[in-house]
């Protein structure tokens, strides 16, 4: 289950971060809402991942969740910019949560 709460909170941070950018600096009260209550929620559902699993794979895993979801996000709805490397970098992160995914060692 804990897993199951990490991917939670890992999608609230890309909530959150969205939310920020849409925010337009805090001045859309319905944006600067939706920040503060997936940010809230995101840090809710990291401390319960916490709870069974190590602290550094947890943190990295939903950093790395919200890190790649945040740039597709950029590129897909705000058209930001892609590039062989930018994709290169992400997969090497995709790579690397997948690592901890399937070698941490969780609590007892």
Same mark, same amino acid.
Request: a positive charge; proline letters at 1%.
């Given at each position: 289950? %804990? *897993?199951?709460?990490?991917?939670? !909170?890992?999608?609230?941070?890309?909530? +959150?971060?969205?939310?920020?950018?849409? %925010?337009?600096?805090?001045?859309?009260?319905? *944006?600067?809402?939706?920040?503060?209550?997936?940010?809230?929620?995101? +840090?809710?559902?990291?401390?319960? /991942? $916490?709870?069974?699993?190590?602290?550094? $794979?947890?943190?990295?895993? #939903?950093?790395?969740?919200? !890190?790649?979801?945040?740039?597709?996000?950029?590129?897909?709805?705000?058209? @930001? %910019?892609? %590039?062989? #490397?930018?994709?290169?970098?992400?997969?090497?992160?995709?790579?690397?949560?997948?690592?901890?995914?399937?070698?941490? @060692? /969780?609590?007892?």
């Amino acid at each position: 289950m %804990s *897993w199951f709460y990490l991917i939670i !909170a890992g999608l609230l941070e890309i909530g +959150f971060t969205t939310c920020l950018k849409l %925010s337009d600096n805090f001045t859309n009260l319905k *944006w600067g809402a939706g920040f503060l209550v997936c940010a809230v929620m995101s +840090f809710v559902f990291l401390n319960k /991942a $916490t709870v069974t699993l190590p602290m550094g $794979t947890a943190y990295a895993v #939903w950093t790395g969740i919200g !890190a790649i979801g945040t740039v597709l996000v950029g590129i897909i709805f705000f058209k @930001e %910019s892609y %590039s062989f #490397w930018r994709i290169f970098f992400l997969t090497t992160l995709i790579i690397s949560i997948l690592g901890l995914k399937f070698f941490a @060692e /969780a609590k007892a």
